[in-house]
């Protein structure tokens, strides 16, 4: 069986619940900015910015400059990357699982017997 590669920073990144609820308002909304990021969560503006800047150097989210402000949107390859990662490594656990369970079931058996 191989090993599933995964993107540390980039998990990281998305470990963090209020970087996932501003990807989440970003795809909902087709981008924003900190700003309007900010007046949809319950934390600062230059909270939200630090966030952003975390997204953006993993890839998940592209700025582009809109007046003062930059105007985000979710990169969605990055996205679908991301959820190519996550499933590799749920099917590397089941499998791991799976031996787990058969080698409980072998030491029960032996242990019946």
Known sequence: MTTAVVDDDLWSAIGDPTRRRMLD???TDGGGTATTLSQQMTVTRQAVAKHLTVLDRVGLVRGIPA?????YHVD???LARAVAQLSAVGAAWDARLQRI????????QTKNT
Do not use: D, P, S, Y
Not at 101 to 108: L, P, S, T
């Open 25 to 27: 308002l970003l795809l």
């Open 67 to 71: 007046g003062r402000e930059r105007r």
């Open 76 to 78: 969605e390859a990055q």
């Open 101 to 108: 369970k058969r080698i409980a079931e072998a030491i029960q």
